[in-house]
């Protein structure tokens, strides 16, 4: 993660925090990629533990919520390619992004 990154993990909600919160509402504060997967990062447990949203490989019909650690992602390579964090992300409800970016708008 970029330093600009590793200012907002002090301010995203800790795990389970946001359970209550329909998921078009609930605020992605961190996007990680590598081609076409995406990592939407909602909650983190402050250590290494994700919870958000994947789209591994562009498919849409069989992405879902679940939870992701940060030590898994730094592995991950594809050839010389690594996992990124988004600089400039924009902190903003999962249900925008998902419209924005991917042309969906229902995501449980």
């Known amino acids: 993660m970029?330093?600009?990154?590793?200012?907002l993990v002090p301010r995203m909600p800790r795990?389970?925090?946001?359970e209550d919160t329909p998921?078009?509402?609930?605020?992605i504060w961190a996007h990680f990629f590598l081609?076409?997967?995406?990592?939407?990062?909602?909650?983190?447990?402050?250590?290494?533990?994700f919870?958000?949203?994947?789209?591994?490989?562009?498919d849409m019909m069989n992405s879902e919520w679940g939870y992701f650690s940060l030590a898994e992602l730094t592995e991950l390579r594809v050839g010389p390619f690594v996992v990124s964090?988004?600089?400039g992300w924009r902190v903003r409800e999962?249900?925008?992004?998902?419209?924005?970016r991917h042309g969906e708008a229902q995501h449980g």
Do not use: P
């Not at 999962?94 to 924005?100: D, L, P, V």
């Open 85 to 87: 964090v988004e600089d």
């Open 51 to 58: 919870f958000g949203y994947a789209v591994l490989n562009g």
């Open 2 to 7: 970029t330093s600009k990154s590793k200012g």
């Open 94 to 100: 999962f249900g925008e992004i998902m419209r924005e």
């Open 23 to 27: 998921a078009d509402e609930k605020l």
């Open 35 to 49: 081609g076409d997967s995406h990592w939407y990062a909602a909650e983190f447990d402050g250590k290494d533990t």
């Open 15 to 18: 795990l389970y925090e946001t």
